[in-house]
Structures are given as structure tokens and as C-alpha cells.
């Protein structure tokens, strides 16, 4: 990192994530053949407390219902989607979708971070095979702009920093580029993830994001535009001011953190952009109510839990909210999500 490179905690931050993926995955609560090749070392990495274990396997398998549901509502429409993911990082949601149950469903899915990050990541998939054949042939795989993005039919990496304008930062997914139309068809049901990524931002930076997106699709375009956050929020408490003076003595710095004082607030990060709907869980909510008895059983004998009371203090720390934006021609279907 260069000497006053504020960004590069925020960077790091991905290496967290992909170590609590990976950690999930090796005592079985996830299955994710390919989280390990995007961690150096993989083998040699500890294994998170079974605290973080737990929450990285509800949040995961919330977002992936959400995600799903999201892909059966286009083929019921006979479309296919596009997913953009934002600040993405190691993530490995495309290459399950991919080669999962509802691969025919995916038009595009296309990944955005800053370029340090996109470029490892290119580096990784051109590097391993499981990970590029899943892509298509080799010369179906292109890298650009000096190797931090990358281009195949399928799937795409971007470099941007998604607080500057995205007008400009992110022209290729609307604009066309010479004879080359954008890489969003404005006529697909449209899926935005934010997972663990608007914290980094000033809530102005992510309104202009979610109200950049909200007008290509839903005002000029009569599309179906979904996005999912997922983020803590609520930390004005006792237990809140801790995680936050946790994560702040790493120097991340956290401009994304306040805003939102309890779950039914968090909703209005989209109704006040013109969503037309929005919710919001929290994950103990969705842990007691939402995954399965049988799974919730296997998960369980797991292992050994010693911070059962603190499981709920840290799970009602953090919430899932969606929010759409459907015209009334697309009918009532969309509304059910
Ligand atoms: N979404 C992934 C996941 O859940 O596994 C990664 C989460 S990680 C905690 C946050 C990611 O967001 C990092 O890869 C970071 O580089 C990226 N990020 C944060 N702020 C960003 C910005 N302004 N522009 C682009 N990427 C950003």
C-alpha cells in the first residue's frame, strides 16, 4: 500500500470476509468448493469462533434465498437476469449460480471493486482452472485495463470506486462504448448485492448509487430493478459502540455507520429513493424464523457453542434489506419478493 493509503483497510476488509467464508466451509455449515482459491494458504488459515461461523452461514443462505427467488421470478416471466455485485471482493456467489440448478437463468453477472481488488481476482481465476473453465474457453477470456478487469460471455470484473460519480465510474453498464451496447440490457430483471459494502461509503455516496440504478431501470425504463444490503446497523447501543470501536482500531474507516437506529428504519434507505417496496431481517430473526428445523439441527451439532447469549447480541446487530423497484405492467409476481 502506498503510505497514506486510507483506502487499503477498506481493501482488507475482504480478507476477513473471505476467511469467515472459508472458516464456514471447512466446519460444514457451507458448502463453497471455491472460497479456497481466492485465500492465500488456504489450508493453513485458522478457523473462526463458532459465533462468526453461525452468522456467516445465515447470512449466506439468506442472501442466496433472496438471490433464487429473484431468478425464479424472471423465468416465470420467461426472462433471464443480470446480477451486479458491488464491492464483491472475493465473493463466490457467480461461480455457484454458475454451475448450479438455475445456471439458465443468468444473462450477466458482473463484479465491481476497487481495481487492487479486481486485479488479484482476475489473477486468481486466469490461475486456476475450476475457476476459468467455469467462465468458458480460455479465449473467451479477455483481461483489460492493465489486468484489473476481465471480460467473458458470462461474467465480468470492473474496477471502480463506487463513491465517485458512477456516471463516470461506472458508464460501461449503461452506456454504450462505440458499436459495443452497455452491459446492462435495460429490459432484464436486474439484481443489485451489496453485501458488507455500503458501510465503507457516506450514506449520500450509496444513495446516489441506489438512485443512479433506480433511474436507469425503473424511471426510463419500465424494468424490474431489485438490490439487497447486507450491513450492520443499530450501533448506537451499548453492544453496538463495541463493534464499531472494534472495527474503527483497525482504521477502517466507517462513514456508512450510523445511520440506521433500528430495523424498522432500515426499509427507508430505499422508499426514500422511490423504491416501490422494501423489508428489512435481521439475521436472528431470520435464524429463528426462517431457516429450516432439519438445518438448524445439523447446524447445531456443528460445534460447541459457549457464547449462546452473545450469538443474539451480535445477530441483532446485523440485518438483510431488500428493496424493488417494479412498473405496474411487470404485474403483481415481483411484488411477492
Ligand atoms: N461482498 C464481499 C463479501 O461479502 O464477501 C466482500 C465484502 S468486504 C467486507 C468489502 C468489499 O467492498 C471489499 O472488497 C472492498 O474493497 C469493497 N469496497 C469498499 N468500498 C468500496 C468502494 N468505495 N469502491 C469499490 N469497492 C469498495
Not at 416471466?77 to 454458475?98: M, N, P, Y
Not at 440485518?319 to 423497484?325: E, K, M
Request: charged fraction near 20%; aromatic fraction near 10%.
Amino acid at each position: 500500500p502506498q503510505p497514506h493509503d486510507t483506502d487499503a483497510p477498506i481493501r482488507l476488509t475482504d480478507n476477513d470476509a473471505a476467511l469467515a467464508k472459508l472458516s464456514a466451509v471447512r466446519q460444514n455449515y457451507l458448502s463453497d468448493p471455491y472460497i479456497k482459491y481466492f485465500v492465500p494458504r488456504a489450508t493453513f488459515q485458522p478457523v473462526r469462533p463458532p459465533l462468526i461461523n453461525i452468522g456467516t452461514f445465515v447470512r449466506t443462505v439468506a442472501i442466496d434465498d433472496l438471490v433464487n427467488q429473484w431468478l425464479d421470478l424472471s423465468s416465470a416471466e420467461g426472462k433471464k437476469c443480470q446480477i451486479v455485485s458491488l464491492g464483491a471482493g472475493s465473493d463466490t456467489r457467480f461461480w455457484q449460480l454458475a454451475t448450479g440448478l438455475r445456471k439458465d437463468c443468468l444473462s450477466k453477472y458482473i463484479e465491481v471493486d476497487f481495481p487492487e481488488n479486481t486485479m488479484k481476482k482476475a489473477m486468481a481465476i486466469k490461475k486456476n482452472k475450476d475457476l476459468s473453465t467455469v467462465l468458458g474457453a480460455p479465449a473467451d477470456i479477455k483481461l483489460g485495463h492493465g489486468g484489473t478487469s476481465l471480460f467473458s460471455p458470462l461474467y465480468y470484473l470492473l474496477p471502480a470506486d463506487l463513491r465517485q460519480n458512477p456516471t463516470l465510474s461506472l458508464s460501461s453498464l449503461i452506456t454504450r462504448n462505440g458499436d459495443a451496447p452497455p452491459l446492462l440490457d435495460a429490459s432484464l430483471p436486474t439484481l443489485l448485492i451489496f453485501e458488507c459494502v455500503l458501510v465503507y461509503m457516506s450514506p449520500q455516496e450509496s444513495n446516489t448509487l441506489l438512485r443512479w440504478f433506480h433511474t436507469y431501470f425503473a424511471s426510463q425504463n419500465d424494468g424490474r430493478l431489485g438490490a439487497i444490503v447486507y450491513e450492520m446497523f443499530g450501533l448506537g447501543d451499548s453492544f453496538g459502540r463495541v463493534m464499531v470501536s472494534n472495527l474503527r482500531t483497525r482504521n477502517v474507516s466507517l462513514p456508512g455507520a450510523d445511520p440506521y437506529p433500528n430495523v424498522e428504519s432500515l426499509p427507508s434507505r430505499f422508499l426514500n429513493l422511490d423504491y416501490t417496496s422494501a423489508h428489512a431481517l435481521t439475521l436472528k430473526d431470520i435464524r429463528r424464523d426462517y431457516i429450516g428445523a432439519d438445518e438448524l439441527d445439523r447446524i447445531s451439532k456443528l460445534e460447541m457453542l459457549d457464547e449462546v447469549e452473545e450469538l443474539d447480541l451480535v445477530l441483532e446487530h446485523y440485518a438483510i434489506t431488500w428493496g424493488l423497484t417494479v412498473s405496474g405492467k411487470h404485474g403483481a409476481a415481483w411484488n411477492e419478493w
